[in-house]
């Protein structure tokens, strides 16, 4: 069974401290992604890496950076929490473009 | 660019009716195309998927079917039933990129 976990289920923080947010994959995956998901609009792409030490952009990149030191694990970085960025994140990882994503349990972030 | 719409965003049926949803993608290149259900403050889940070899896929109550040529795709669930409820998510693989293409998600209530 693939697990995917990140770090909190639930982060309160406040206007402009610096966020991370981690998720972790038992399967080997080649790639990770990082989704922020909002009544109304779905999944967000924010960032995906395809490899240890390689990140790409996604559609809403702006305000958020990310690490992949090591292959199972994606860090979603904050650098000045913006109550715009209180939303539910959810990572997710798979094997090839042709294989299904798997998701983490997501992290329920309110920023005050 | 590339993307998924999908239709409805909201669907009630009578429990034991069918249920359909539709997606149609722009980008003919995709070939791999997931649908994942999402209940209520958990993550979301793999149902069913299709490659774009195949036409149509049949898993219990459930089935998607594919036309290429329209690039269209469709998610049907028969006697459904209340365990059913929660929103559905259609994808596409461009097989280009590493990105999915999310649909914005069809709320489905099954009424009992």
């Known amino acids: 069974d693939v697990k995917v976990t990140q770090s909190s289920r639930y982060l309160v923080k406040r206007t402009g401290e610096k966020v991370f947010l981690e998720c972790v994959q038992d399967?080997?995956?080649?790639?990770m992604f990082w989704y922020r998901q909002d009544p109304g609009l779905g999944l967000r792409l924010i960032y995906f890496?395809?490899?240890?030490?390689?990140?790409e952009k996604g559609d809403i990149p702006e305000g958020y950076s990310v690490s992949r030191e090591k292959k199972e694990r994606f860090s979603l970085i904050l650098e000045s929490a913006s109550t715009n960025q209180t939303s539910m994140y959810l990572c997710?990882?798979?094997?090839?473009?042709?294989?299904?994503?798997?998701f983490g349990p997501g992290t329920r972030l309110l920023v005050l | 660019g590339e993307n998924v719409e999908q239709h409805p965003s909201t669907l009630s049926v009578q429990e034991g009716d069918s249920a359909v949803i539709k997606c149609t993608y722009s980008?003919?290149?995709?070939?791999?195309f997931p649908w994942y259900k999402q209940e209520l403050g958990k993550r979301p889940q793999l149902i069913i998927d299709?490659?774009?070899?195949?036409g149509e896929k049949k898993d219990q109550r459930i089935a998607v079917t594919l036309n290429k040529t329209a690039k269209h795709f469709s998610l049907h669930i028969t006697e459904t039933q209340p365990e059913d409820s929660a929103v559905y998510f259609c994808?596409?693989?461009?097989?280009?990129?590493?990105?999915?293409?999310f649909g914005t998600g069809t709320r489905l209530k099954v009424l009992a």
């Open positions: 997710a990882s798979r094997e090839t473009p042709q294989e299904t994503q798997y």
């Open positions: 399967m080997d995956h080649e790639n």
């Open positions: 890496s395809y490899d240890v030490k390689m990140k």
């Open positions: 980008d003919s290149a995709s070939n791999y």
């Open positions: 299709i490659r774009s070899n195949v």
């Open positions: 994808a596409a693989s461009p097989g280009r990129t590493y990105k999915y293409i």
